[in-house]
């Protein structure tokens, strides 16, 4: 904050709009500011509202941090005003409605950039474009990704091996190629654009090709966590990359940054929660959540609702309602009554305070869809999980968190596949999801699993703590980001 202008470094951060992708962006652009960085993130206006508080606060405090905001082509691409996020997306069509005008912000923010003179751009995995432009500046990109090393490296072996092709069933299990550690997974639970040629194909292609060329990767991660799998991801990729995690706490120290961060729509119910959980007892609680993207057909609710139920454990439920399901609603309604009378659980309405929750010490463990946020939140708060990956890479998620880490328990989720795609009778049966967090939640089952839990959260939070391996990589980036910049300026002379 003390630096000339001049001698500041600038770096400009364009998040993906989708929560999982956009939340811990913003939250290690705040990191990069509080650690003396002149940064822009540059989103639209829609996005930018779900963030903007916590940019105001950062900048009154005297951080030199702003928005910029570029008009989203909503009309263009046939979407209504204010759907400019992938959480809008309700069908597949208006997802892609969404894709196709987030691509097209591409023509506003060169320019911009141009204007603006950045030092370097710290971009999503999902703007391949943003390498070679970085290139044509003369500045570094950073590939960001918020999730696993296990994953990248697990995508790099099968994009390489295609040890599935010579599976005569989907159903069959392959080992994975490359990994240090025995893993099996089956076809069906494979990205969809892996398993058969498509547009996305080609895109993800282009996104893997770009991450290589970058100047180096930063993830929300901690080393500690999946040392063997970062030493192979260098190895492997042949880039450098910076473990900066996790992100959220380290930036959002206080409850109310907590209770802010993302996207927030229901205040009113904010203390009804807290004051349920407060009347529970200690990791006495499963937490139920599938991200921020996913919404449940009905039948694989009803089966949630029963398998929670007869679990015996008490629960606290996040739940996004899909638009037209009455059905659904008035038997969530009656469910919401039934569960207020026993006192056994307790639902929220499309969007929870996740970090202030998980960090409650009324929650023992946490059923996921294994989104990388809530493993990585859920890990800080030294949680054990029950597993239950949907699509993207959730699959190796769950596999490091099951088979590597040893701190989750599968629920036996067999297909890979968006939310938008998953059909009434694609469900998961209440058994087996009872069955899950008995063995999560139950204190000898899961003793051993506890314990690694705690561990890992130690390590986590220790991590992010002046001298901590997350903290000194972060240090270690801007001062070699610095010089980077003082090399350029002094070729110029
Ligand atoms: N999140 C939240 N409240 C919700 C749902 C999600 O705060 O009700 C946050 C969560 O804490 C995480 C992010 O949204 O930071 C979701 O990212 P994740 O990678 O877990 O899953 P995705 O939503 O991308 O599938």
Same mark, same amino acid.
Request: proline share 5%; charged share 25%.
């Given at each position: 904050?003390?630096?000339?202008?001049?001698?500041?470094?600038?770096?400009?951060?364009?998040?993906?709009?989708?929560?999982?992708?956009?939340?811990?962006?913003?939250?290690?652009?705040?990191?990069?500011?509080?650690?003396?960085?002149?940064?822009?993130?540059?989103?639209?206006?829609?996005?930018?509202?779900? $963030?903007?508080?916590?940019?105001?606060?950062?900048?009154?405090?005297?951080?030199?941090?702003?928005?910029?905001?570029?008009?989203?082509?909503?009309?263009?691409?046939?979407?209504?005003?204010?759907?400019?996020? !992938?959480?809008?997306?309700?069908?597949?069509?208006?997802?892609?409605?969404?894709?196709?005008?987030?691509?097209?912000?591409?023509?506003?923010?060169?320019?911009? !950039?141009?204007?603006?003179?950045?030092?370097?751009?710290?971009?999503?995995?999902?703007?391949?474009?943003?390498?070679?432009?970085?290139?044509?500046?003369? !500045?570094?990109?950073?590939?960001?990704?918020?999730?696993?090393?296990?994953?990248?490296?697990?995508?790099? $072996?099968?994009?390489?091996?295609?040890?599935?092709?010579?599976?005569?069933?989907?159903?069959?299990?392959?080992?994975?190629?490359?990994?240090?550690?025995?893993?099996? &997974?089956?076809?069906? +639970?494979?990205?969809?654009?892996?398993?058969?040629?498509?547009?996305?194909?080609?895109?993800?292609?282009?996104?893997?090709?770009?991450?290589?060329?970058?100047?180096?990767?930063?993830?929300?991660?901690?080393?500690?966590?999946?040392?063997?799998?970062?030493?192979?991801?260098?190895?492997?990729?042949?880039?450098?990359?910076?473990?900066?995690?996790?992100?959220?706490?380290?930036?959002?120290?206080?409850?109310?940054?907590?209770?802010?961060?993302?996207?927030?729509?229901?205040?009113?119910?904010?203390?009804?929660?807290?004051?349920?959980?407060?009347?529970?007892?200690?990791?006495?609680?499963?937490?139920?959540?599938?991200?921020?993207?996913?919404?449940?057909?009905?039948?694989?609710?009803?089966?949630?609702?029963?398998?929670?139920?007869?679990?015996?454990?008490?629960?606290?439920?996040?739940?996004?309602?899909?638009?037209?399901?009455?059905?659904?609603?008035?038997?969530?309604?009656?469910?919401?009554?039934?569960?207020?009378?026993?006192?056994?659980?307790?639902?929220?309405?499309?969007?929870?305070?996740?970090?202030?929750?998980?960090?409650?010490?009324?929650?023992?463990?946490?059923?996921?869809?294994?989104?990388?946020?809530?493993?990585?939140?859920?890990?800080?708060?030294?949680?054990? &999980?029950?597993?239950?990956?949907?699509?993207?890479?959730?699959?190796?998620?769950?596999?490091?968190?099951?088979?590597?880490?040893?701190?989750?328990?599968?629920?036996?989720?067999?297909?890979?596949?968006?939310?938008?795609?998953?059909?009434?009778?694609?469900?998961?049966?209440?058994?087996?999801?009872?069955?899950? !967090?008995? +063995?999560?939640?139950?204190?000898?089952?899961?003793?051993?699993?506890?314990?690694?839990?705690?561990?890992?959260?130690?390590?986590?939070?220790?991590?992010?703590?002046?001298?901590?391996?997350?903290?000194?990589?972060?240090?270690?980036?801007?001062?070699?980001?610095?010089?980077?910049? &003082?090399?350029?300026?002094?070729?110029?002379?």
């Amino acid at each position: 904050m003390d630096s000339q202008p001049d001698q500041e470094l600038h770096v400009i951060f364009i998040p993906y709009p989708s929560p999982g992708h956009m939340i811990p962006m913003v939250d290690t652009a705040r990191l990069f500011a509080k650690h003396g960085a002149n940064v822009t993130i540059i989103t639209t206006h829609a996005n930018a509202s779900t $963030f903007q508080k916590a940019i105001d606060s950062d900048f009154n405090c005297g951080y030199h941090i702003r928005t910029q905001v570029v008009p989203f082509p909503a009309a263009h691409v046939g979407l209504p005003d204010g759907a400019e996020n !992938i959480k809008d997306g309700t069908s597949i069509q208006m997802l892609g409605k969404l894709v196709q005008g987030i691509s097209m912000l591409k023509d506003q923010i060169e320019p911009l !950039i141009q204007d603006m003179k950045p030092d370097c751009l710290v971009t999503d995995m999902f703007y391949p474009w943003t390498v070679d432009f970085a290139a044509k500046l003369g !500045i570094p990109r950073l590939y960001y990704y918020s999730s696993s090393y296990f994953s990248t490296c697990a995508t790099y $072996f099968i994009r390489k091996h295609k040890p599935q092709q010579r599976l005569v069933s989907d159903t069959h299990k392959f080992i994975i190629p490359g990994l240090p550690q025995t893993i099996e &997974m089956t076809p069906l +639970q494979l990205e969809p654009w892996l398993r058969t040629k498509t547009v996305a194909t080609g895109y993800l292609d282009a996104v893997y090709e770009a991450e290589s060329k970058s100047y180096g990767a930063l993830y929300n991660n901690f080393y500690e966590l999946e040392s063997d799998y970062e030493k192979l991801y260098k190895s492997t990729i042949g880039i450098k990359s910076w473990s900066v995690g996790p992100v959220s706490a380290w930036v959002n120290k206080d409850d109310e940054t907590k209770a802010n961060r993302g996207h927030k729509e229901d205040l009113a119910q904010e203390s009804e929660w807290l004051n349920w959980l407060n009347s529970k007892q200690n990791e006495s609680v499963v937490y139920v959540s599938f991200g921020s993207l996913t919404r449940l057909p009905h039948t694989q609710i009803i089966e949630i609702a029963h398998g929670l139920e007869s679990s015996g454990h008490d629960f606290i439920w996040v739940i996004r309602k899909k638009d037209g399901d009455e059905d659904g609603h008035s038997f969530l309604q009656e469910f919401e009554q039934r569960m207020k009378v026993s006192n056994k659980g307790f639902i929220i309405w499309n969007w929870a305070p996740q970090l202030l929750i998980l960090d409650h010490p009324a929650i023992g463990g946490i059923v996921t869809h294994c989104g990388w946020n809530t493993i990585l939140e859920s890990v800080n708060a030294g949680l054990p &999980m029950v597993t239950w990956p949907m699509y993207a890479e959730q699959f190796y998620n769950e596999k490091l968190l099951v088979d590597v880490l040893k701190i989750g328990v599968p629920v036996g989720s067999k297909e890979n596949m968006l939310w938008v795609t998953i059909d009434e009778d694609e469900t998961v049966g209440r058994e087996n999801i009872a069955k899950a !967090i008995v +063995q999560l939640m139950g204190r000898e089952e899961s003793k051993e699993m506890r314990r690694r839990a705690r561990k890992f959260g130690d390590a986590s939070k220790k991590s992010i703590e002046e001298g901590g391996s997350s903290y000194n990589n972060l240090m270690q980036l801007l001062d070699e980001l610095k010089s980077l910049k &003082m090399s350029r300026a002094l070729e110029k002379k």
